[in-house]
T-cell receptor, first 112, second 109 residues
């Protein structure tokens, strides 16, 4: 395995479902990130973890709940989402906060 | 003033010509600068990092940094249709990386 991996790559969920997105990095990095990117829009930073500690929550609604059990794994737990939450969710990692980031392939989420 | 500014484009460049992408930033204390390429529907890919004033070349790509003018640019020589993408400028501020909104580049065959 190389780089940053994300599963699933595609997810369709109803508004009452609960699902989780998983990210794993194999780069030995200490910082991990969740971004949201809606169609044809810029990246929106959601959460930052640096050495497993959450250092940023960019006013993200509580229906998104991150979890970082160790420096290699990052989860985004989803519940009672809205159709406007449909987007590409990107995970990234960097050696530490403030360094160059490497992105995973993303999870394309559709909320019906 | 936005922290990282880029012209949204689209920037149309004939195949084989030089594409020039520009970015300005507001924090004079920034020390690290990055260019990412993002194809439609895909994730951003890091293509260049630059930390010192001047030029840095990597293949057909040249990054240029001018800290006094708070300006960083990316030149793509011998542009190819496969270079058509959105190019994101990113700048560090303290322990954060701030991304610009990106410039859409279209290489005309």
């Amino acid at each position: 395995e190389t780089g940053v991996t994300q599963t699933p790559r595609h997810l369709v969920m109803g508004m009452t479902n609960k699902k989780s997105l998983k990210c794993e990095q194999h780069l030995g990095h200490n910082a991990m990130y969740w971004y949201k990117q809606s169609a044809k829009k810029p990246l929106e930073l959601m959460f930052v973890y640096n050495f497993k500690e959450q250092t940023e929550n960019n006013s993200v609604p509580s229906r998104f709940s991150p979890e970082c059990p160790n420096s290699s794994h990052l989860f985004l737990h989803l519940h009672t989402l809205q159709p406007e939450d449909s987007a590409l969710y990107l995970c990234a990692s960097s050696p530490a906060a403030g360094y160059e980031q490497y992105f995973g392939p993303g999870t394309r989420l559709t909320v019906t | 003033q936005k922290e990282v500014e880029q012209n949204s484009g689209p920037l149309s460049v004939p195949e084989g010509a030089i594409a020039s992408l520009n970015c300005t930033y507001s924090d004079r204390g920034s020390q690290s600068f990055f260019w990412y390429r993002q194809y439609s529907g895909k994730s951003p890919e890091l293509i260049m990092s630059i930390y010192s004033n001047g030029d840095k070349e990597d293949g057909r790509f040249t990054a240029q940094l001018n800290k006094a003018s708070q300006y960083v640019s990316l030149l793509i020589r011998d542009s190819q249709p496969s270079d058509s993408a959105t190019y994101l400028c990113a700048v560090n501020r303290d322990d954060k990386i701030i991304f610009g909104k990106g410039t859409r580049l279209h290489i005309l065959p």
